[in-house]
């Protein structure tokens, strides 16, 4: 009895530590509805968002800019009941939010982020919270990714060959003549040096756990990362991101036909 209590203890713990602190979103659009979370290491701005969507503030609102394999993006107060042709989705300055980037929450497509305003403008990179986007991206070949990798990469490496092996290039081509064993010798401890400082060096660039799976598969936008604050995800319903993403826009990015936010609402 007292086995299958502590059994019981233990199960209940995992669970517990497997589910999160915030409910499913359901988000209704007039193209179909999607789900979502929010992540629990982004408390910022998952609590903000969350607050916002427990008053309603998004019901109504419009996907306002769609760029086809980037992002939608919605939210915008001044969306609602706006005229065709309106230029619309300006941010507000009262809900700006500092930023919370998180290397392992990367834009793969259904990633929820906030935008934000320009560097120049905004050197913290603070998140204009009164809005959100979904990733559409695209999808990248694993070659793609991993010349990114070494775009980074090899030119450090380089480096280090250039001040570390290359001054003994001389003195390897004398022993590789007359003293193989010394060769071998001073070329195996220059490439240790070599090796060992390139794992040492700064500046190196290696994608995250699970990203070059994400995105060679579902697809996303790499060059948001590290730059705008992922705060969760779409589980389902991504194909509403893709029928969203389809639509024919006007020159400010503005679909022609209404892609409407009806409803953004916790599931309790």
Do not use: C
Not at 68 to 84: E, L
Not at 88 to 115: Q, W, Y
Request: no cysteine.
């Amino acid at each position: 009895m007292k086995r299958f209590f502590l059994a019981l203890l233990l199960g209940s713990a995992v669970l517990l530590q497997a589910q999160t602190r915030y409910p499913t979103i359901v988000i209704e659009t007039n193209y179909g509805t999607m789900k979502a979370r929010l992540y629990d290491d982004t408390p910022r701005h998952s609590n903000h968002y969350m607050q916002l969507i427990r008053e309603g503030y998004f019901n109504g609102t419009l996907f306002h800019r769609v760029v086809k394999n980037f992002v939608i993006q919605g939210g915008s107060q001044d969306s609602r009941n706006a005229p065709p042709g309106a230029e619309i989705g300006s941010g507000r300055t009262d809900m700006e939010l500092m930023p919370e980037f998180r290397e392992h929450h990367f834009h793969k497509k259904g990633a929820l982020g906030a935008p934000r305003k320009g560097d120049n403008e905004n050197p913290q990179k603070r998140s204009d919270a009164s809005q959100f986007y979904i990733v559409h991206g695209k999808v990248y070949t694993g070659g793609r990714l991993d010349s990114m990798e070494m775009s980074v990469n090899v030119p450090i490496r380089n480096e280090i060959i250039r001040t570390h092996y290359y001054p003994h290039k001389e003195e390897l081509a004398k022993l590789k003549e007359s003293d193989p064993h010394g060769f071998n010798t001073l070329l195996d401890s220059l490439l240790g040096v070599v090796d060992s400082l390139y794992q040492e060096a700064p500046g190196k660039f290696f994608w995250p756990e699970g990203l070059k799976e994400a995105y060679s598969t579902v697809g996303g936008a790499h060059h948001l990362d590290g730059e705008y604050t992922v705060f969760g995800e779409v589980t389902e319903g991504l194909e509403v991101i893709d029928k969203i993403a389809a639509l024919e826009v006007d020159d400010k990015s503005r679909p022609r036909q209404d892609a409407k936010i009806i409803r953004i609402y916790a599931e309790e």
